[in-house]
């Protein structure tokens, strides 16, 4: 079983959402444990109470989602804070920004995560696309698929 983290995303005006209720319930019925931060849904419509009525367990604050969490699924990277709370070991599932800010970058190489871009250079040590054999550009279905396909 694998604890699967959705934190709410904190980038300004971003309304994505990493797993949608129908992406919880896939990964609740496989075994796996789905922790929500309250509000990840917020900006897309999606209530706490649908990701609980798909089976997810809701958290009030996204430091709780980093530190029970074995693959942490974000559309896009984390910064600041979200990054200190990363630990070795964890798997992150997002796009790669941080690419292209080469302190982020080297931050999150020395972390100790195996990082899962949905899209990502090739070159890039410890970036591993998921995509990158079909050069597909994934959608948010596409999301949801490698969520579900890496647990």
């Not at 904190?10 to 922790?35: C, D, M, Y």
């Not at 070991?89 to 796009?95: H, I, M, N, R, T």
């Not at 949905?118 to 949801?144: D, H, M, R």
Request: net charge negative.
């Amino acid at each position: 079983m694998l604890i699967i983290g959705l934190p709410r995303e904190k980038k300004a005006n971003k309304v994505r959402v990493g797993l949608t209720p129908a992406g919880v319930r896939e990964l609740a019925s496989q075994g796996h444990k789905v922790v929500v931060e309250k509000g990840a849904g917020q900006h897309v419509a999606i209530s706490d109470q649908e990701y609980e009525a798909a089976g997810a367990y809701l958290v009030e604050h996204a430091e709780h989602v980093f530190e029970i969490s074995h693959l942490i699924v974000k559309v896009k990277e984390p910064k600041g804070p979200e990054l200190a709370m990363l630990r070795q070991g964890q798997v992150l599932l997002s796009y790669p920004d941080s690419v292209s800010d080469a302190a982020s970058t080297q931050n999150v190489l020395s972390s100790g995560l195996t990082c899962v871009a949905y899209e990502a250079p090739s070159k890039i040590k410890n970036w591993y696309s998921v995509f990158q054999a079909e050069q597909l550009s994934p959608l948010f279905t596409g999301v949801e698929a490698s969520a579900t396909s890496l647990a």
